[in-house]
T-cell receptor, first 113, second 113 residues
């Protein structure tokens, strides 16, 4: 069982650019959540996708958007990158009918210069 | 909104027992989770408490007191590999069906030989 996978593992961008991060959930999971983790901090909830729709959104600007595909995989897009967007971006999958456990992927480390 | 407090650092020796406390403020509390994250790795689920009391899983136990808005993670027979960051996370009614987690800032546990 392949667990949660994310790509790319690392990314370097410059201010103003746009980035797309990808996530494949654990087999059998239908729900994908995205979190941003700054250095030395806990993950912060960005949004969650279920049935190809954004179900809940955290306190992030509209520059952060996402998508979920019919196979449950998901993308996180960030436009007009700022230096402060540099962080580890984590994807977590879960089953909507399952238990509380969220399974996290290894993350994409984004550096904005 | 929600807020969680946990110590930033804890140090202990191999074989010892360590307790990591977490206090939270939230509305319509559902449950308290604990996650472990090694440097550069993904957060991994350790435990979840929805009701008062102690949950035991091997060397790790987690406790919750809803009336005190307090919980702790207890690690016994510490091993070097337990050196990691530990996060408490809460889910409250505002997360609805999304089961959105709000994380604390994490406790860096260092296990010394």
């Amino acid at each position: 069982d392949a667990g949660v996978t994310q790509s790319p593992t690392h990314l370097i961008k410059t201010r103003g650019q746009q980035v797309t991060l990808r996530c494949s959930p654990k087999s059998g999971h239908d729900t994908v959540s995205w979190y941003q983790q700054a250095l030395g901090q806990g993950p912060q909830f960005i949004f969650q996708y279920y049935e190809e729709e954004e179900r809940q959104r955290g306190n992030f600007p509209d520059r952060f958007s996402g998508h979920q595909f019919p196979n449950y995989s998901s993308e996180l897009n960030v436009n007009a990158l700022l230096l402060g967007d540099s962080a580890l971006y984590l994807c977590a999958s879960s089953s909507d009918r399952g238990r509380e456990t969220q399974y996290f992927g290894p993350g994409t480390r984004l550096l904005v210069l | 909104g929600q807020s969680l407090e946990q110590p930033s650092e804890v140090t202990a020796v191999e074989g010892a027992i360590v307790q990591i406390n977490c206090t939270y403020q939230t509305s319509g509390f559902y449950g308290l989770s604990w996650y472990q994250q090694h440097d550069g790795g993904a957060p991994t689920f350790l435990s979840y408490n929805a009701l008062d009391g102690l949950e035991e899983t091997g060397r790790f136990s987690s406790f919750l007191s809803r009336s005190d808005s307090y919980g702790y993670l207890l690690l016994q027979e510490l091993q070097m590999k337990d050196s990691a960051s530990y996060f408490c996370a809460v889910r409250d009614v505002s997360s609805g069906s999304a089961r959105q987690l709000t994380f604390g800032s994490g406790t860096q546990l260092t296990v010394l030989p």
